[in-house]
């Protein structure tokens, strides 16, 4: 029953700034891990980032390393993407995600809406 809520995309110009946040709907919450995908028009559903829950270790698509930073709040249960220069390419529906272990998603939130302008 639980859910994860995204907040934070919009319409931006390439090279602005953008902060996706993703909470569960209930506080009592526990996962393996967090992180985000991301699914472009008319492609697939692509990893992005993902932290653990515990250790804080990190996991990055190679391309968005320098870009991208995930975080997150253990005390608000949230997760947090901060994307910087974003470019056109960015453009896509991110959509946070809950992992029981490696690879293996529990839950997914409805997504969010990103979109970079040229």
């Known amino acids: 029953q639980v859910q994860l809520v995204e907040s934070g995309g919009g319409l931006v110009h390439a090279g602005d700034s953008l902060r996706l946040s993703c909470a569960p709907s209930?506080?009592?919450?526990?996962?393996?891990?967090m992180g985000w995908f991301r699914q472009a028009p008319g492609k697939e559903r692509k990893f992005v980032a993902a932290?653990?829950?515990?250790?804080?270790?990190?996991y990055y698509d190679d391309s968005l390393k320098g870009r991208f930073t995930i975080s997150r709040d253990n005390a608000k249960s949230t997760v947090y993407l901060q994307m910087n220069s974003l470019k056109p390419e960015d453009t896509a529906v991110y959509l946070c995600?809950?992992?029981?272990?490696?690879?293996?998603?529990?839950?997914w939130g409805q997504g969010t809406q990103v979109t970079v302008s040229s």
């Open positions: 995600a809950s992992f029981r272990a490696t690879m293996d998603v529990a839950f």
């Open positions: 209930e506080r009592t919450f526990s996962t393996y891990a």
């Open positions: 932290i653990t829950w515990t250790g804080t270790s990190t």
